[in-house]
C-alpha cells in the first residue's frame, strides 16, 4: 500500500527535550529509542519518558514508533510492559537474528494487547548481522504486522569484523539483499542511517544508491537530514495513483457512514485514509 516511509528519525528516548521537540519534525515516523542511544542505568527513566509521550500521541504530526532493546539483552520484556499501550504506532526491534526470537517477541506484544484491548502494532525488524541477513527473507514474511525491514550497517559491519568507510564496501551485498528479500515478501525496506552530518553532499549520494536499490527511505539521526532524504526519496507514480484510490474511496465510504472498506481486493480503513492523504500532501496533489 502507497505509504511515506522516507524518514524515520531516532529520538533518545532519555532525553525531555528532544522528545518534545520531535512533535514538530517534519518526518515521517518518530522513533523513541530505547536502545543504542540509551545508557543501561537510564532504560527504566526512558521507558517511564516515552511512556507519558506516548500520552500525548495527538501531538506529534507523524507516525510513532519505539525501538525497543535487542532481543539478545533480555530487557524487551520491561520494554514491552512499558511501551505497549495506546499511542504506539509500530515498533523497531533492533538486532533480529532469526525468525524464532521475533516470534517470541511477537508472542508477548499479543498478550498485552489483547490484555489492554488495543489494534495490532506494526513490526520493523532491524536486520544487523551475517544471521540476519541470510535470514532476512524469512524475519520479513514471518508475520503480517511487518511492515518492513530496517537496515543496520554499523553492527553488521561490526559482526563482520569489517571497518567502517563511506563507500560501506563490506557491507555491499547485504545492503542490496535486504530491500530485495523484503519486496517478495510484500514488506518495504529502509536504509541505514548516514552518519557524517557535515557531509550534505555523501547523505545525497548515499540517498540515491540506497533508492536505485530499492529502499523506500532512510533512518536518520539529525533532523537536518530530513529534507535531502525526502527530495530523493519521492513517491513513485504507481503509489501516488494507489494513494488517490484509497482517498477517494474512503471518502465516498465514509459518506455512506462506513468505515472500514475495499479498494481492489484490499481492505482498508482510517489509518491507510491517513497515509494516503499524507502522500498526496507531500507531493502538493490534494
Known sequence: MARLLRSLIFVPGNNPRFLEKAKTLPVDIV????????????????????????????????????????PISGLIPDDLRN??????????????????ELKKIEKLIVMLEKK?????IELMPSIESAE????????????????????????????????YTKQADGAKYARAKIPVDAKAAGKYAIDAIW??????????????????LGYVGKSVIH???????HRIFYPTQAEIEWAKKVYHVYIESAKKK??????????????????????????KQL
Open 31 to 70: 522513533c523513541f529509542d530505547l536502545e543504542d542511544s540509551v545508557p543501561l542505568n537510564e532504560k527504566d527513566s526512558a521507558r517511564n519518558l516515552i511512556k507519558e509521550v506516548l500520552a500525548k500521541r495527538p501531538e506529534y504530526k507523524a507516525e510513532v514508533y519505539v525501538r525497543t532493546n535487542s
Open 83 to 100: 511501551i505497549v499501550q495506546k499511542g504506539i504506532d509500530g515498533m523497531v526491534i533492533p538486532k533480529v537474528n532469526n525468525v524464532k
Open 116 to 120: 489492554r484491548k488495543l489494534k495490532p
Open 132 to 163: 540476519g541477513v541470510v535470514n532476512a527473507y524469512n524475519i520479513a514474511s514471518s508475520s503480517k504486522r511487518i511492515s518492513a525491514m530496517v537496515f543496520g550497517v554499523f553492527d553488521l559491519l561490526n559482526d563482520m569484523g569489517i571497518e
Open 195 to 212: 552518519q557524517d552530518l557535515n557531509d550534505e553532499a555523501g547523505l545525497e549520494q548515499d540517498c540515491i544508491i540506497g533508492r536505485n
Open 223 to 229: 533532523p537536518n537530514q530530513i529534507q535531502t532524504t
Open 258 to 283: 462506513k468505515g472500514a472498506t475495499m479498494v481492489e481486493g484490499k481492505m482498508i480503513d482510517e489509518v491507510h485514509f491517513k497515509r494516503a492523504k499524507a502522500l498526496l500532501d507531500s507531493v
